[in-house]
Every structure is written in structure tokens, then in C-alpha cells.
């Protein structure tokens, strides 16, 4: 027999857009993810680029500051004032870029940096404030005094200098964290859209066949096979009457059941005109005999 499909109220039209719908919300769903996967991405590219920034800030002022010493020990060294004042004009030009890089570096930095930073910044302002005293005292024309004032702060460079490879290593530590971090969050995230896409197509896949299959190739099916057998005389077939159903197929099965009904009125008629033209024959025929 042919399923009854009583209640049903969307029409093939609204199922279909049903189906876009879900489609769209599944689009919604991949783009949404992908947005977040771009924004979680350029956060931790962003990590990743302070982290090669300060890296990078402190070996060029571990650098600096090696240039400095240098230039002062050409200062204690120079043989006569033009080779001094040589000497003088280069720590001056290191000791402008370190003051450069350091504005820098706090500039750019977070409260959080900045507090890992503050014993570099004391020291490179400590540091700062002896070669420039250094400067002056070369600049009279002490050499002497230029060279006593560098050498007393030699104990404390180096610790300022073993301050900043240490630093360095803890920044290089975090650029290697970083790209980790950001390598595993690339894979972890391709795996997430791979599995989303495949569960979202065999869900939608699924969908899709089970809305057509249950609400409109079924449908057409019962209401075509209905459609033969009433054609042929067959009125035993159920027939889908209901008025509260507005789909499409419903309409079918309304129209249908009227064209029954006239068919079996028509039929009916049709039966009673025959037994009454047989009637009046037969008394015809009594009459005459």
C-alpha cells in the first residue's frame, strides 16, 4: 500500500531550501573555523616575530657593546690626539645607536617584557653613563684618566655583557617555543578541517539523499503508481486525500482523489443507465411476446 502522509506541511520548494540552507550553515561553520584559524595563526606569528625581534635587539647590543669596548681600548692606546679623537668619534657613534636601540626596544615592548628587561636597561644605562664619561675625559685630554675610568668598569661590563647573552638565550629559547608552538597548531589544524569537511560532506551527503529519497522521490513514486492504477479502473489503491497536507505531492494526491471519486461516480452512473436500458428491454420484450 501507499504510506499515508498526514501533518505534512513544506512543500518540495521549502525542503530543497532546507537542503541550501544546511549547506550555507555548514559554509558558515568551515568559514568560521578558518577565521579563527587565520586569527589564532597571525597571533602567534606575531609572537613569533617579537620573539626574532628581541632575539635579534640582543645580540645587536651585545655587539654594540663589543664595538664600545674596542673603541675604548683604542682610546687608551692612540698614540697621539687625531688617532684619539678617532677612536673618541666611533664609541660616540656606538653609545648613539645602543641609547637608539634601547629606546627602541622598551618602546615596543609589553609591561610584561619590560620587567624581564629592566636589569639589561639598568645596566646598559649604568654602561652608558661610564663610556660617555669615558668621552669626556679622553676629550680633555686625559687619556690617562679615560683609560683608569674604562678599566674600574671592567667587572661590570662583563656582567652586563653575560646579562645579555643570557637574555639572548631565554629570547632564543622563546623564537624556538614560538615556532613549535606554531608548527604543532598548523598540523592540529589541518587535521581539524580535514575531518570537518569529511564529516560535514557525509552529513550533508546523508541529508541530502534521505530529503530526497523520503520527501520527494517516494512521494512521486507512490502518487505515479497510484495515478496508473486509478487509470486502469484500479480503485482499491489507497489514495492521499488529506487536506491539511500543502506540499506539492499533496495537491497531486487531492486532485487525484477527485478525479477517483468522478471516475467511480461516473462508473456508478454509467452501471445504473445500463441495468435501466436492460430493464426497459426486457419489458419490451415481454410486451411483444
Known amino acids: ?25 555548514m559554509a558558515l561553520v568551515v568559514t568560521g573555523l578558518g577565521l579563527a584559524t587565520i586569527s589564532d595563526y597571525n597571533r602567534m606569528m606575531k609572537d613569533y616575530g617579537r620573539a626574532y625581534e628581541n632575539a635579534w635587539r640582543g645580540e645587536r647590543l651585545n655587539h654594540l657593546v663589543s664595538n664600545v669596548v674596542m673603541e675604548s681600548r683604542g682610546v687608551y692606546i692612540a698614540r697621539n690626539r687625531e688617532e684619539m679623537d678617532t677612536f673618541v668619534t666611533g ?36 654602561f652608558l653613563t661610564v663610556r660617555r664619561d669615558l668621552i669626556r675625559l679622553a676629550t680633555d685630554g686625559d687619556q690617562k684618566g679615560a683609560e683608569t675610568r674604562g678599566v674600574a668598569s671592567r667587572d661590570d661590563r662583563i656582567a652586563f655583557q653575560n646579562e645579555i647573552e643570557r637574555q639572548v638565550d631565554d ?12 608548527d604543532s597548531y598548523n598540523r592540529r589544524r589541518a587535521g581539524e578541517f580535514l575531518a570537518t569537511a ?10 541530502s539523499l534521505w530529503i530526497v529519497a523520503h520527501f520527494i ?7 505515479a503508481s497510484a495515478i496508473i492504477k486509478t487509470s486502469k479502473g484500479d480503485y482499491d489503491t489507497p489514495i492521499d486525500d488529506s487536506l491539511d497536507a ?17 471516475a467511480q461516480e461516473a ?5 445504473a443507465k445500463a441495468e435501466a436500458e436492460h430493464r426497459e428491454e426486457m419489458k419490451l420484450r415481454e410486451i411483444l411476446l
Open 198 to 207: 569529511l564529516v560535514g560532506i557525509a552529513l550533508m551527503l546523508g541529508l
Open 91 to 126: 664609541l660616540a657613534t656606538n653609545l648613539d645607536e645602543i641609547d637608539d636601540l634601547i629606546k627602541t626596544w622598551k618602546a615596543d615592548s609589553s609591561p610584561q617584557e619590560l620587567r624581564g628587561l629592566q636589569p639589561i636597561l639598568n645596566d646598559t644605562q649604568t
Open 1 to 25: 500500500g501507499i504510506a499515508p502522509r498526514k501533518g505534512i506541511c513544506m512543500s518540495i520548494r521549502a525542503r530543497i531550501m532546507a537542503l541550501v540552507a544546511c549547506f550555507a550553515l
Open 171 to 182: 629570547l632564543r629559547a622563546k623564537l624556538a617555543s614560538a615556532k613549535a608552538k606554531a
Open 246 to 262: 500543502q506540499d506539492e505531492v499533496s495537491h497531486v494526491w487531492q486532485a487525484l482523489a477527485v478525479l477517483k471519486a468522478r
Open 217 to 223: 522521490t517516494r512521494p512521486l513514486h507512490d502518487v
Open 267 to 271: 462508473e456508478r452512473l454509467a452501471a
